[in-house]
């Protein structure tokens, strides 16, 4: 429109939040109705925050941290350095 003259400003489909408002209006739709219709077809309820737990199964820092081994060339001493 630019380039054969047109003012974009007397445009009637001009808005100044264009195009990330489509994005917002089309993500939120398809979300929702492929969300709904995953709980409809597998038969699975949405959990309340009381029901869920957060604690069991979580290891704790020790049993996460491997240790690390030491350098064995001279590159790896470096990279060590490094970084």
Request: charged share 25%; hydrophobic share 35%; proline share 11%.
């Given at each position: 429109?630019k380039?054969?003259g047109?003012?974009?400003?007397k445009?009637a489909?001009?808005?100044p939040?264009?195009?990330?408002?489509?994005?917002?209006?089309?993500?939120?739709?398809?979300f929702?109705g492929?969300?709904?219709?995953y709980?409809?077809?597998?038969?699975?309820?949405i959990?309340k925050?009381?029901?869920?737990d957060f604690v069991?199964?979580?290891?704790?820092?020790e049993?996460?941290e491997?240790p690390?081994p030491?350098?064995k060339?001279?590159w790896?001493?470096?990279?060590?350095w490094?970084?």
């Amino acid at each position: 429109m630019k380039a054969q003259g047109f003012d974009l400003k007397k445009n009637a489909y001009n808005n100044p939040f264009q195009p990330y408002v489509a994005y917002w209006d089309l993500n939120i739709p398809i979300f929702a109705g492929l969300y709904i219709g995953y709980k409809v077809y597998k038969g699975t309820k949405i959990w309340k925050p009381e029901e869920m737990d957060f604690v069991t199964g979580i290891p704790t820092l020790e049993e996460t941290e491997i240790p690390e081994p030491p350098p064995k060339n001279g590159w790896e001493k470096f990279v060590n350095w490094l970084f």
